[in-house]
């Protein structure tokens, strides 16, 4: 970092194995979808060798495969991990899905990372969901960098830009992000549109053009010098004001030249710390070229400002059975202790692993333990098995390159790991280990689905548990309320890959259906039934008489059955028998055919047969009498009601309650939640929220977040039940 000139930049290429974990920098690209960070990314391989103009490199991969890794729509919609070697450093690029539905991905790039370059265009600005992003950055103190791309925008303004970045991103502390560069503009066009063709450094006061496709240094004029003055003051101002050294500011003040070496550290520090970032501009390479502006800036960056694996503390560790247990960070001889971020499945060598190695070395054909906490609510089971590792090595597209290990602080693709899922542990096989996990996105949207034909029945179960395996965002649900296959996801698009998925990776064609919630019935008031059963035939005759009363009971009781026969009225053996055959019909429903709750069912009376008796018939009675009570009652439609948290900016309070009330809502609180945002807490009936995920982020643009639970069940409006009954059949 700082200006500094390279003599053969890109001549390094593509990365292998690490063998010290200073040599390595992890980088996640962070922003949102459009922000140019897969163009970044494939401007970058380009400039560090990795790959040339054509997008051809020795082992025929091309620029093409890596944009193959992107949704078939071109929707980036996976982690994708780019790893490329420069001035003796290896850089595993991150590259994250800018669509909120792919949040998850984006949590496993910042697990795997350790710092962050947030990709903001010139022309959009910064929404809602980057900012949020930030945040979790600031809570664990992760490096960040801003890159301002799209320069080539006719409404690029790259000062504008870096003023909003400095509002949404400084806090309380604007001069925290300030610009190392400034972009130069070379003649206007036609059009009157002046485009950027190098870079102006503030430290150093060099100009970098990029207008022939090769970086190269020069002195800059007057009329430029005078353009950088306030800006490189500030700059400096900002970097001391970092500094450890407490006598710098006033030695500045004072008119005293600070030494470009010791700013440069400063910097550097600052950045590493995570208490300075500088925002940085770039732009893809023009045809034929083989560089792309701000490009070398940003790789000086990532090697001399960004922290290597070393200055990462290692996550909380225990043993399988919850002993903690001390870990070294970073250690390459130390116990092995790795991570997977990410898991995929290839058609043609099985399941592939994202690995993070945090302790040890992990090597090709060693046996480790895979230990998982397991997500059950979500399909995922714990996991305290032994597998073997397959080949290690180093994706690029579609490409794989042979890794002989991968040390700690570096990553690597691991194949046929059968077990193992996002989030496990790999640890020694005879010193098992496991991490604590990271945060997980909880799925809001669900998706009701049934196999389309026989054939895809066969496979569902399995190509559901590929699926899960894959996603920790997904959840995986079987209710037994409503006997639905249900896929939990976190949006539209996300439920339109898992489909797509199934389909295509799969061979599973399904079908979508509406989604149902879990209805119930209960009695208005009391009620009193007779069930007769009594039939006479050419054999054994059917006969059971038994009369009920039924009266509602609070919320959450269930089903209580109490016998009050007097005088052996219905004989001791047969009442067993009553209740069997109430609650049996209790739970095929009385009404609407949705299960009955919070009812007490006493037995009054009843008759019986010496011989025609039996438990069947007893059974048969009960049920009648239940259905005759019901007929002659007032029967309430329960709805399921949900506690829903929404944490949103205070510009969008108004809007998101509400949109609450039109749901039928009751809001039962507000409070304020710091950094401009309140969490409204309400009571909604789920059958109003089934899509809420997708419509809270239209209401809020994108920077709004909820979580719901379950409650109780309540009565539903007369009119709203009538029209359920009416679609009932045989109601």
């Not at 919850?322 to 898991?343: F, N, Q, Y």
């Amino acid at each position: 970092m700082g200006d500094k000139a390279h003599a053969h930049p890109g001549a390094a290429g593509r990365a292998t194995a690490a063998d010290h974990p200073a040599s390595v920098r992890n980088v996640v690209l962070v922003g949102h979808s459009g922000s140019g960070k897969t163009t970044l990314v494939e401007a970058l391989a380009l400039t560090a060798g990795a790959v040339n103009r054509a997008g051809r490199v020795e082992d025929g991969c091309t620029v093409s495969d890596y944009d193959e890794i992107e949704h078939r729509q071109q929707r980036s919609v996976q982690l994708s991990l780019v790893p490329v070697d420069w001035d003796g450093y290896k850089i595993n690029i991150l590259d994250t899905p800018g669509y909120a539905d792919f949040v998850g991905e984006l949590r496993a790039g910042l697990r795997a990372a350790d710092a962050a370059l947030f990709v903001v265009s010139a022309s959009d600005g910064v929404d809602g969901s980057t900012r949020m992003v930030w945040e979790e950055c600031a809570a664990v103190g992760m490096p960040r960098a801003i890159v301002v791309t799209h320069l080539e925008s006719a409404r690029a303004d790259f000062e504008e830009m870096t003023r909003i970045c400095a509002e949404a991103f400084g806090g309380d502390d604007p001069d925290a992000v300030l610009p190392l560069y400034l972009p130069l503009r070379g003649p206007e066009a036609p059009d009157g549109h002046a485009p950027v063709t190098g870079l102006i450094g503030l430290l150093t006061q060099r100009l970098f053009d990029y207008a022939s496709g090769e970086r190269k240094e020069t002195e800059p004029g007057p009329e430029q010098r005078q353009l950088i003055e306030d800006a490189r003051n500030r700059l400096i101002e900002g970097i001391i004001a970092e500094s450890e050294d407490e006598t710098l500011m006033d030695r500045y003040l004072g008119g005293e030249e600070i030494d470009l070496k010791t700013l440069v550290q400063d910097l550097e520090r600052a950045v590493a710390r995570g208490t300075f970032f500088p925002v940085l501009a770039a732009a893809p390479a023009a045809e034929g070229a083989r560089q792309g502006l701000g490009t070398v800036e940003l790789l000086e960056l990532v090697t001399g400002g960004f922290p290597t694996p070393l200055e990462r503390p290692a996550p909380s560790v225990t043993t399988p059975d919850g002993t903690a247990r001390a870990v070294e960070a970073c250690d390459p001889d130390g116990p092995l202790l790795a991570e997977v971020v990410k898991t995929a499945s290839d058609p043609y060598v099985g399941r592939v692993s994202l690995v993070r190695v945090f302790s040890g070395t992990l090597r090709p054909d060693a046996t480790v333990h895979v230990s998982g906490h397991g997500l059950t609510d979500r399909g995922h089971e714990d996991h305290d098995v032994d597998e073997r590792i397959g080949t290690l090595s180093a994706p690029f597209g579609k490409q794989q390159r042979a890794l002989t290990h991968c040390i700690a602080g570096d990553l690597a693709s691991v194949a046929k790991l059968n077990r193992a899922e996002t989030g496990d542990t790999l640890s020694a096989k005879d010193d098992p280990l496991l991490m604590e996990p990271w945060r997980m996105p909880d799925p809001l949207l669900p998706l009701a689905i049934e196999a389309h034909s026989k054939a895809d029945e066969d496979k569902l179960s399995q190509g559901l548990g590929r699926l899960v395996a894959e996603d920790p965002t997904m959840r995986l649900e079987q209710n037994p309320a409503t006997h639905q296959v249900v896929l939990w996801c976190l949006g539209e698009a996300h439920a339109d890959v898992a489909l797509e998925r199934l389909r295509n990776r799969y061979g599973v064609q399904v079908d979508v259906v509406p989604h149902k919630v879990s209805l119930r019935e209960t009695f208005a008031g009391t009620s009193s039934g007779r069930g007769r059963h009594v039939k006479q035939s050419g054999g054994h005759g059917q006969f059971a008489i038994c009369e009920i009363e039924v009266e509602p009971l609070p919320n959450g009781s269930g089903i209580e059955f109490v016998d009050k026969v007097i005088g052996g009225a219905v004989p001791r053996q047969f009442i067993p028998s009553v209740e069997k055959g109430v609650r049996a019909q209790a739970a095929r429903g009385v009404a609407a055919g949705y299960p009955l709750i919070d009812v007490r069912v006493t037995l009054r009376d009843g008759k019986a047969h010496s011989v025609d008796s039996s438990d069947a018939a007893f059974q048969t009675a009960g049920a009648l009498a239940l259905r005759e009570a019901a007929a002659d009652a007032r029967i309430h439609l329960l709805e399921p009601v949900a506690e829903v948290s929404v944490l949103v900016g205070d510009d969008y309070v108004g809007a998101v309650m509400s949109d609450l009330s039109g749901r039928r809502g009751r809001v039962v609180g507000t409070e304020q939640a710091g950094g401009g945002r309140t969490l409204v807490r309400a009571e909604v009936p789920e059958i109003e929220i089934g899509r809420y995920a997708v419509d809270l982020r239209s209401i809020s643009h994108g920077t709004a977040r909820f979580d719901r639970h379950y409650a109780r069940h309540e009565p539903m409006p007369q009119q709203i039940a009538e029209r359920i009954r009416e679609r009932t059949p045989d109601s």
